[in-house]
């Protein structure tokens, strides 16, 4: 049995899906639009590792004789978002989008927030997560309003300064929010935005954000796993994103570099079973902001310690680097993208110079991680196990 290191680089995309154009996406590539900008970007580890020998990935030099296995997933789910992704490499498919209010939250639904949580609302409208602080953070300061805001995806966010509204009474808004956004009404997350700052244009947002998700409404792979007596740690947003369901150990991480400090952690450590990352910040800091030159910077970083990574695992250990969706910084709006992902896997145990071409859906790697760690398979995804191992 081999332990697994499953690391989500957060929405690095890599080119349209087929449907794209259906849920508002044309010519979106994140990946290589980050590289048509910046040709100059130096990520030689995931070249190594074949990321651009990826089928149509010919925006990146390809490495003659690559040391990991390569390829890309389609997505089956219907969404482009953070739950949807996970979940879906994970086993479960979300065939019925989730709900999302494009016109901001009916008014029977502020109304009970606010009798419950003793707040008036301001804001409840679709925004980028910036954009609403500077329009309402200095309102907030002087009147104790709480915002909350949506966005093109299932989200319920609610913004709050930390000097004014302490954490613990944001979280538990967030708890009640996630009580009324259920049933009809269910959103895939509520979401905490805490942020700190005097006045618009110096509101920054914490890393002490919080996601109260849904549960998944099938087991996942992180569900057999955990019920195999073998851990399920997660880094970084993951107990957020399964609401703690299958997960065994979880620690929150406040950037990506943090992120891959933990994991390091944690291959250090005497566990079996899976450590599972989500690196965030290419999505929040770069993707929704469209700032390219960031995210293609933080790129960069991730790329620099992935020998770091490697010179820590065990003999038996495999590493399996892909993204969630997409999130191209050069595209308008501030929007998640509806993309391809990438799928990189190494391990002393896996062949070298494999291409996994394209793979139907993202559950394919859930499904081999179960077939990795020898546990039950996930309802949805087909294994390429036997195709990388030794």
Not at 35 to 45: A, F, H, L, M, T
Not at 297 to 314: C, G, H, Q, T, V
Not at 358 to 380: C, Q, W, Y
Request: proline fraction near 4%.
């Amino acid at each position: 049995m081999s332990r697994v290191i499953w690391m989500v680089i957060d929405s690095v995309g890599i080119g349209e899906l087929p449907d794209s154009e259906k849920f508002g996406d044309k010519n979106v590539n994140t990946l290589g639009n980050i590289v048509k900008e910046y040709s100059d970007i130096k990520i030689p580890n995931m070249r190594k590792l074949g990321i651009g020998n990826i089928d149509e990935a010919d925006f990146i030099e390809s490495e003659k004789s690559p040391i990991g296995v390569f390829g890309k997933c389609a997505e089956l789910s219907q969404g482009k978002d953070t739950t949807t992704g996970h979940w879906e490499m994970t086993g479960v498919l979300v065939e019925t989008p989730f709900k999302t209010f494009e016109n901001g939250f009916p008014k029977e639904i502020i109304d009970e927030f606010e009798s419950k949580t003793g707040r008036k609302v301001v804001g409840n409208k679709p925004a980028s997560g910036t954009a609403i602080l500077d329009e309402f953070g200095e309102h907030q300061i002087k009147t104790g309003d709480v915002i909350v805001y949506t966005s093109a995806d299932s989200v319920f966010q609610i913004a709050a300064n930390e000097e004014i509204i302490p954490l613990e009474e944001l979280y538990k808004m967030c708890e009640i929010a996630r009580d009324i956004m259920m049933g009809d009404n269910a959103v895939a997350r509520v979401i905490a935005r805490p942020f700190i700052g005097k006045k618009a244009g110096e509101f920054t947002r914490t890393s002490n954000r919080r996601d109260y998700s849904l549960n998944p409404f099938e087991p996942t792979v992180l569900d057999n796993i955990k019920e195999s007596n073998l851990d399920v740690i997660g880094v970084g947003k993951i107990e957020d994103i399964f609401n703690g369901q299958g997960i065994t150990e979880a620690i929150h991480t406040k950037d990506n570099m943090h992120g891959v400090d933990e994991t390091i952690n944690y291959i250090k450590k005497d566990n079996d079973g899976l450590i599972f990352t989500n690196l965030v910040d290419f999505d929040s800091k770069f993707g929704h902001r469209r700032n390219v030159e960031g995210y293609k910077e933080a790129l960069e970083e991730f790329d620099a310690r992935i020998p770091e990574i490697m010179d820590a695992m065990k003999d038996d250990d495999v590493l399996i680097i892909n993204a969630d969706h997409g999130n191209d910084p050069t595209y308008k709006g501030t929007d998640h993208t509806r993309e391809y992902i990438p799928v990189l896997v190494y391990g002393k145990n896996i062949k070298e110079n494999v291409n996994l071409g394209i793979r139907e859906s993202f559950a394919d790697i859930g499904a081999t991680v179960a077939d990795l760690l020898n546990v039950k398979m996930p309802k949805h995804g087909i294994s390429f196990k036997k195709d990388i191992m030794k």
